[in-house]
T-cell receptor
C-alpha cells in the first residue's frame, strides 16, 4: 500500500511569490490533515478535510493560505503571496474515516522563503 | 500557549541504555496520546499510543507510562539502539469531531554505539 506522498520535497521561493504544495493521501482515506513545523517548534495543525469538505480551518495562519481538495482525493495548499515567516516543513497526513486518530504522515515539503 | 510540553529537547544515551522522554498537558479533554518517531527526510510515523484508562502500554522495547492525575505521560525506550536515533514527538487529541493532533516540540535522541 502506497503511503502519503507530497510534492515537491523542497521549494525555495522569494518573498511575494506563490507556491502550491500537493498531497496525495493513502487511497481510501477520507480524512486529510495539513500540519506545519516551523524550525525547532512543535508541529502545528493547519486544517482538516473530510473528503472534499473543510471540517476545521482553525489553524490556518491567515488568508494568504488556501487549501483545496477537489473530488476528495489529493489536496493542494497554496501560499500567496509568501512571507518569510511561512518558511517551515509542511506535512500532510491522512486517516480512515472511522479511525481519524491513526494519522499517517507524508515526508513533508520543506518551504524556504527568502 | 503550548498545550503539550515536551522535554528534554535533546538526549544522548549509550547503546543498551534507557531513553526517557517526558510530556505534560493541560487540557483534561485530551483522551488519546500517541508518540511519533521521525527519521531525517521522513514524515512522523506513529510509534505507540495510549488512552487515559490505562497507566502503561508496552510494545516491544517501547513503553508509554501515563499519569492522569499529574497530566503527564512519558516514553521509555529500553535497550536503546543506534537505529532508535531519531526525533520523537508526543501528541494529544480530543475525542471530538475533528481529532486533530496537538504536538510537543520534539526530542532529538542520539544513541551512541
Amino acid at each position: 500500500e502506497a503511503g502519503v506522498t507530497q510534492f515537491p520535497s523542497h521549494s525555495v521561493i522569494e518573498k511575494g511569490q506563490t507556491v502550491t504544495l500537493r498531497c496525495d493521501p493513502i487511497s481510501g482515506h477520507d480524512n486529510l490533515y495539513w500540519y506545519r513545523r516551523v524550525m525547532g517548534k512543535e508541529i502545528k495543525f493547519l486544517l482538516h478535510f473530510v473528503k472534499e469538505s473543510k471540517q476545521d480551518e482553525s489553524g490556518m495562519p491567515n488568508n494568504r493560505f488556501l487549501a483545496e481538495r477537489t473530488g476528495g482525493t489529493y489536496s493542494t495548499l497554496k501560499v500567496q503571496p509568501a512571507e518569510l515567516e511561512d518558511s517551515g516543513v509542511y506535512f500532510c497526513a491522512s486517516s480512515p474515516l472511522l479511525a481519524a486518530r491513526e494519522q499517517y504522515f507524508g515526508p513533508g515539503t520543506r518551504l524556504t522563503v527568502t | 500557549q503550548q498545550q503539550v510540553k515536551q522535554s528534554p529537547q535533546s538526549l544522548i544515551v549509550q547503546k543498551g541504555g534507557i531513553s526517557i522522554i517526558n510530556c505534560a498537558y493541560e487540557n483534561t479533554a485530551f483522551d488519546y496520546f500517541p508518540w511519533y518517531q521521525q527519521f531525517p527526510g521522513k514524515g512522523p510515523a506513529l510509534l505507540i499510543a495510549i488512552r487515559p484508562d490505562v497507566s502503561e502500554k508496552k510494545e516491544g522495547r517501547f513503553t508509554i507510562s501515563f499519569n492522569k492525575s499529574a497530566k503527564q505521560f512519558s516514553l521509555h525506550i529500553m535497550d536503546s539502539q543506534p537505529g532508535d536515533s531519531a526525533t520523537y514527538f508526543c501528541a494529544a487529541s480530543m475525542n471530538t469531531g475533528f481529532q486533530k493532533l496537538v504536538f510537543g516540540t520534539g526530542t532529538r535522541l542520539l544513541v551512541s554505539p
